[in-house]
């Protein structure tokens, strides 16, 4: 059984940064894929970035690219979200997730990841 704890988000202007961690009470060998998720009500809970922990593969949503980055420090079972220039529209509770598929066209799909953390809340004033 993987925990992942997910780090305080906060409040942050549009325009400066903020880094999320996830943290993994292990690595177990059937654990593959790292994914942060992000829900808004009334929205659905939707695909932000995921990390493979071999190769340090990435994947990312187009609505974050060039501004969020995913990376993962194996000595420490962490993940980390860097959220550069972050603007309003991303504010939401953001999960990571840990899933064993190794078939990156199905990172976007919540129901792939087995296990989750907590959600933290990211706010983005304007």
């Known amino acids: 059984h993987v925990q992942l704890v997910a780090s305080a988000g906060g409040l942050v202007q549009a325009g400066a940064s903020l880094r999320l961690s996830c943290a993994a009470s292990?690595?177990?060998?059937?654990?593959?894929?790292i994914g942060w998720f992000r829900q808004a009500p009334p929205e659905d809970r939707e695909f932000v970035a995921a990390?493979?922990?071999?190769?340090?593969?990435?994947y990312y949503t187009d609505s974050v690219k060039g501004r969020f980055t995913i990376s993962r420090d194996n000595t420490k079972n962490t993940v980390y979200l860097q959220m550069n220039s972050p603007k309003p529209e991303d504010t939401a509770v953001y999960y990571c997730?840990?899933?064993?598929?190794?078939?990156?066209?199905?990172?976007?799909?919540?129901?792939?990841?087995?296990?989750w953390g907590q959600g933290t809340q990211v706010t983005v004033s304007s």
């Open positions: 997730a840990s899933g064993s598929l190794r078939d990156p066209t199905w990172y976007k799909n919540s129901g792939v990841y087995e296990y």
């Open positions: 292990c690595r177990i060998f059937s654990t593959y894929v």
């Open positions: 990390i493979t922990w071999i190769g340090g593969n990435t």
